[in-house]
């Protein structure tokens, strides 16, 4: 804690000192405190899941607006590499964007996690915004839930995500929107998204991962 001071002298040594740009979730604290004599990946202690969005780390599967532009830069996270999506607003309109499909058979509990960061710009907020379809181009009704979610997003890169209901028992398709919000101009980045069939978000896979959990 490097907020925390204290008077009293450690009594010992240290051996491992290690440094997370993120928070450790309780299962990786877990496995740190068995103190192993092999050594272990925290890859192998993420839970399985699949992400339902096709090619996430090119944005290939996307459909983006004329204000978006895929970058040569990428962004390290979760033990994958990811190209970085940059959205430019210029305040003036809600119709820029970026959406990907996916599809959920029955009524499902789902979650959308992404990374993002500002670069520049007078808005601090964006908007994703879930909708769901009976078909590649028709809207739904019972639509998803919740409509949409607002982010406050800053300078440096932070994971965000929700949780999304789908509705209709016959199955949803899912566009996923990233907009800005309060018609104020921000250019922002996104990277790594990821949905899945989840009621909490897990680390980013590109495609399946299948690796257990042990206790």
């Known amino acids: 804690d490097v907020n925390y001071s204290s008077k009293f002298k450690f009594n010992g040594s240290i051996s491992d000192v290690r440094i997370y740009d993120e928070a450790l979730s309780l299962k ?3 496995e740190l405190s068995k103190a192993k004599i092999l050594h272990y990946d925290f890859n192998q202690f993420q839970e399985p899941t699949e992400n339902l969005i096709s090619n996430p780390t090119t944005w290939a599967s996307w459909s983006l607006s004329s204000t978006c532009s895929i970058s040569s830069e990428y ?25 990907a499909l996916a ?33 590649s181009s028709t809207r739904q009704s019972p639509d998803v839930s919740p409509a949409g979610k607002t982010f406050n997003i800053t300078t440096e890169w932070q994971k965000y995500s929700f949780a999304i209901n789908t509705n209709d028992p016959a199955g949803t398709f899912v566009y996923m929107y990233f907009y800005h919000a309060s018609y104020r101009n921000i ?12 009621d909490h978000a897990t680390p980013f896979v590109n495609g399946t991962r299948t690796a257990q959990v042990y206790d």
Not at 111 to 122: C, D, L, P, V
């Open 103 to 135: 599809y959920v058979s029955g009524i499902q509990v789902t979650y959308f996690s992404f990374w993002a960061r500002k670069i520049s710009g007078e808005g601090n907020t964006i908007y994703v915004d879930p909708d769901g379809y009976r078909n």
């Open 187 to 198: 250019n922002y980045q996104v990277a790594l998204p990821q949905y899945e069939l989840k």
């Open 75 to 99: 962004l390290y996270k979760d033990y994958n590499y990811g190209k970085i999506l940059n959205i430019n607003a210029d305040g003036a309109t809600t119709t820029v964007f970026a959406r």
């Open 28 to 30: 990786e604290i877990k």
